[in-house]
């Protein structure tokens, strides 16, 4: 069983940083892409980021390319999500996801486990 814990939310304000990651354990961690998705109050859960198994492949929704960068250390079988320059528009529960395959996708539907997800707000 596939287990995800996430941390590092918290309270910040517009314009800080914030490191958020992903502790994975239960399968071969490098054999499968990793996203980060988030949820506001009152609206669907979205797609952050993804980076794939090995690495070599990074993609970002339109609105946190050049803030955000997701990574991944397969020794530690961690994912990470280095955000930067945070508005008030970024608050929301974040969650990492383990995908189906090696390459992973922006869909929800093609995540077969998830973290309980970790908050982050934003204050203006």
């Known amino acids: 069983q596939v287990q995800l814990v996430e941390s590092g939310g918290g309270l910040v304000q517009a314009g800080d940083s914030l490191r958020l990651s992903c502790a994975a354990s239960g399968r071969g961690f490098s054999n499968y892409a990793m996203g980060w998705f988030r949820q506001a109050p009152g609206k669907e859960r979205e797609f952050v980021a993804r980076i794939s198994g090995d690495g070599g492949i990074l993609d970002y929704a339109d609105f946190v390319r050049g ?48 973290g309980q997800g970790t908050q982050v707000t934003v204050s203006s």
Not at 76 to 102: F, I, R, W
Request: proline share 2%; charged share 20%; hydrophobic share 20%.
């Open 67 to 114: 803030r955000f960068t997701i990574s991944r250390d397969n020794a530690k079988n961690t994912v990470y999500l280095q955000m930067n320059s945070l508005e008030p528009e970024d608050t929301g529960n974040y969650y990492c996801a383990q995908s189906a395959g090696h390459y992973g996708h922006s869909s929800r539907s093609t995540y077969e486990y998830w």
